[in-house]
């Protein structure tokens, strides 16, 4: 073990029972702990990090060789070692007079003309140019994916809802087959327009909810119904024995991970939405967080920080789940984003040289906006015998002036929750309160013990003016780097997904019992199942 996880335990040993509001007797911690970059402040100062802990986290980032694999992903080095690809999404919002090579060959031309085709389709569907198969203007879209092909769109057409001027978008993801049912039954087939999104354009889900809409299409339209679809796809072959036409096929490389392909063809649904000003204010966003994780000094680098402070509480403090929680209810299928992204990267048991992990990897990722979750989950992260440490995330101001004052409320429920996950309550002030409260004798010292929060429990804040596109974009790459801080620091391969694949198998070879074949060889549990369930 490097003798600096061995120093962050002792130190963490030594410090563990210093109260995190005692930090703040230094007048000037929450400049020394905060770090911004353009919209984006990270204020991580109530958590017990000092400035011991920090200089070892960052000798820990730089024994580890985080400023090289930070480089050898922007250079387009094949990191992505099990599968063999290089890792560059980066590339995606990469400004467009950028050179990216991968084997030698510039990308940037494709991902510049494949952008301009994907601005040409939305822009026709926006203006009404491109027609319905009985020449009307399309009024809705359906994109129907699941996983990266999926939550990216869902997260960022809620979050950008204010900029939508565009046809209506919808999503079907789940192969449940409620899901395509309730969206399509409100839904004209002769004004909706079809967008399959799967990278391999074989996943099962994807393509049993594609079969479904064809046939909804086909119903209503007959062969008009190719003029109502389209995909984005990197299998162009498959795309074609779909029928559907190639100029309305959208690929890209097998350098962009599914759950870091928002920001290509898999964003269409965003492009529709907002128009290509927003989409491009998006795709800025993110380049302007590339540029800082690149070139800013690790101690004053949000994604490093971010990163840093979740190898804290996840290796060295012991938490193991962190909750996300947006004060922003457009941000309210960020924690679903975020737990594919963090944990689909860095679920892992294995280094990148296939020994098995010493210290954990990913931790839990959950959450909810506030304040709703304030009235179903806080009370575990004030009072119960778990630390779970807590992401808030807040604007400064909302996009309805005439609400200020509510926003002014979500602002006093953010920033109470933190200070008092911090503060807490002490059995003293709960004594007293218990006492004003009317208790007496044997009452009193019971409701004193129940009035009283441990505190001391950490949360880090990233504030921002407003939700708008270059906000969302910004906000979306900080967490992209923070999985990747955190997984180079493991050493684990952070682009791969192995762990999906068993219980697809097991799915597939469950199909022909679930139609009547002999479950001979499935376990007791599920022929029981199997039998209670066919
Ligand atoms: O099951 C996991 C996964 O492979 C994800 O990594 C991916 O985002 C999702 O399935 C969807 O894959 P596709 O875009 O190929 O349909």
Known sequence: MSDIWAQLARHRAETANTPLLSLFDDADRFDAFSADSDDLLLDYSKTALD??????????????????????????ERINATEGRAVLHTALRAPADQKILVDGVDVMPQVQDTLRRMEAFAGGLRSGATKTATGAAFTDVVNIGIGGSDLGPVMATLALAPYHDGPRCHFVSNVDGAHIADTLKDLDPETTLIVIASKTFTTTETMANAETALRWLRAALGDGATAHLAAVSSAQDKTAAFGIPPERVFGFADWVGGRYSMWGPVGLPILIAVGPDNFRALLSGAAAM???????????????LLGLIGIWHNNICGYDSRAVLPYDQRLSRLPAYLQQLDMESNGKGVTLDGEPLTRHSGPVVWGEPGTNGQHAFYQLLHQGTRVVPAEFLIAAEGHEPELAHQHRMLVANCLAQSEAL???RS?????????????????????????????NRPSVTIAYPRLTPFVLGQIIALFEHRVFTEGAIWGINSFDQWGVELGKELALSLMPILDGADPTGKDGSTRGLLAKLT
């Open 290 to 304: 590339d540029a800082h994780f690149q070139t800013a000094p690790l101690a004053q680098n949000l994604p490093v």
């Open 422 to 424: 911090m503060r807490g």
């Open 51 to 76: 400035q011991t802990a920090l200089s070892l986290l960052i000798a820990l980032a730089k024994e580890t060789g985080l400023p090289d694999h930070i480089d050898a992903m922007f250079r387009g």
């Open 427 to 455: 059995p003293e002030e709960a004594r007293q309160l218990a006492a004003e409260r009317g208790f007496e004798g044997a009452e009193l010292k019971r409701m004193t013990v129940h009035l009283t929060f441990p505190g």
